[in-house]
């Protein structure tokens, strides 16, 4: 089945100060081959780990960067640029190499998701596509796992097709975080996965009484699931058993499940569970949704709730944190900085010296010691430490999709659930997760020193003020 990701006039994805700045640096005839890190600077929602996705998202973008004839007339609308540059533009193809980490892996705060290098220009103008391709894909895909994580093993259903950010997106790594099916039939059709729903309260309010309403839908399928909360879940709970027998009897059709969509899930879910087995139907299932998300779904489990399965939809579909609990959501703040690049004078770093935003310099890998034990962030040319494994993979060379680079949803869905068992307890807690550890090297220090060192103009108090921000973070 085709997969196509490719967006709207891919040139034009880009903030106006991408072309106004490849511009500046065309007019300079500057044209550094420059490397750029693509990372999160803290994980979402108050947590330690970031689930990785949207590297499919982003190659495609990466694949399809060009301009059109008519995204060449539309700039010259806007500036008053050379129309040699124009013309640049127009024969411009990324012709560099990245390297990232996998979808469905775990990472965590600094460490770059993907390093993009090529000529200065390439590499800019594709900083807003990527971000726009891994934040938001990553920010759910960590959401989903969470939720999941929280529902200790029972189905978790996507329900965000109507709030979504981007529907397509939203459904694709909520099933990387582990979601086991979702209610958007689009999705379910271009990913192949299964598909769930139950049937809207306006069916039920469409017959006169709920009793008719139930009776025509367990007429209607062999296995069915019933809405119980339109009215009154406690009156509903006993029509829909009157209802079950009379249909298994007179049709030999089955109800599989209840839902319960609004009140007070933890009381109902009891009481409705109790009628149930008191009337044997011990195999009918309880299915939960309404405004859900992992910390709701903790606290009914933890109270013991007898609910079997969980809808979720905003706060999957937007990444939304928690407003009670002071967590912030709705976004990652991936950030895309230059590290490093080579001309005619050579090879150098770069840092950006601005307290907590200020950049580590260099050309850099990840390696994860152990079974997370520990992770190490250090440049390319020092050695593997032993026992490690390597974080980032060849993905783009030469400016074309390396083979075997974008695996199909299934097999990214079972890497990244093989990475979320292994991934310890203690750094998945809902709140006041431990923090992992993640080292710089020594050689990234004393780059990032050096480089510091040497910036003209700035002054000594400065120096101190980016020494003391950088050894608050990972100092070895």
């Keep these: 089945m085709a997969r196509s990701y490719t967006p709207y006039h891919p040139g034009l994805l880009t903030d106006l100060y991408h072309p106004d700045s490849a511009y500046v640096a065309w007019r300079a005839n500057r044209s550094a081959r420059t490397t750029f890190d693509l990372y999160a600077r803290r994980a979402p929602f108050g947590g330690t780990y970031l689930l990785v996705a949207g590297l499919e998202m982003a190659l495609e973008f990466v694949r399809s960067f060009r301009y059109t004839a008519e995204d060449i007339a539309f700039l010259q609308q806007i500036r008053d640029y050379d129309p040699a540059f124009l013309e640049h533009l ?29 000529p200065f220009d390439e590499a800019l103008l594709l900083e807003s596509g990527l971000l726009q391709a891994v934040n938001l894909a990553t920010l759910i895909a960590t959401k989903a796992s969470r939720v999941v994580w929280a529902a200790r093993g029972r189905p978790v259903a996507e329900f965000s097709l109507r709030r979504a950010q981007d529907p397509f997106v939203a459904t694709r790594s909520s099933r990387i975080g ?88 933890f009381s109902d879910a009891r009481y409705v569970r109790d009628v149930l087995d008191r009337a044997g139907l011990e195999e009918v299932r309880i299915a939960a ?14 109270a013991g709730a007898p609910i079997d399965s969980f809808g979720v939809g905003t ?32 090879g150098r770093a770069k840092v950006k010296v601005a307290g907590d935003k200020s950049t580590w310099p260099g050309i850099k890998e990840v390696y994860r010691l152990g079974n997370f034990d520990e992770d190490v962030i250090q440049l390319a040319d020092e050695p593997k430490p032993p026992g490690s494994e390597r974080l980032l993979k060849p993905v783009v060379q030469d400016g074309a999709v390396v083979p075997g680079s974008l695996p199909p949803l299934s097999e990214i869905w079972e890497f990244a659930q093989s990475n979320l068992r292994r991934l310890p307890d203690e750094y998945r807690q809902l709140v006041a ?7 710089l090297s020594h050689a990234i220090w004393l780059m990032r020193d050096q480089d510091i060192a040497e910036q003209p103009g700035l002054r000594q108090t400065e120096l101190a003020t980016a020494a003391d921000s950088s050894r608050g973070q990972g100092a070895p």
């Excluded at 193809?93 to 965590?108: K, N, Q, T, V, Y």
């Excluded at 992992?294 to 606290?299: A, L, M």
């Excluded at 944190?321 to 004078?345: H, N, T, W």
């Design 90 to 118: 127009q024969h411009l193809r990324f012709s560099g190499e990245i390297l990232a980490m996998p979808e469905g892996s775990i990472a965590f705060a600094n460490e770059p998701l993907l390093r993009v290098t090529a």
């Design 178 to 265: 582990g979601c086991f099916s979702t209610s958007f039939l689009g999705a379910a059709f271009r990913f192949r996965l299964p598909s769930t729903g139950t049937v809207p309260h306006a069916l039920i309010q469409l017959f006169d009484t709920e009793h008719e309403a139930f009776e025509a839908i367990a007429d209607t399928y062999n296995r069915y699931t019933l809405l119980l909360d339109t009215y009154d879940p406690r009156i509903a709970i006993h029509t829909a058993v009157a209802v079950a027998h009379a249909a298994r009897d007179r049709l030999g059709h089955v109800l599989a499940a209840v839902r319960l969509d609004s009140g007070d899930l």
């Design 289 to 302: 949704s309404g405004d859900l998300d992992e910390f709701s779904i903790q606290e009914l489990l933890e």
């Design 315 to 346: 706060s999957l579909g937007v990444g939304a944190g928690s407003v009670e609990r002071d967590i912030e959501g709705g976004a990652l703040g991936g950030v895309y900085k230059e590290v490093f690049s080579v001309d005619e004078r050579g």
């Design 433 to 439: 997760p431990t923090p992992y550890p993640v080292r």
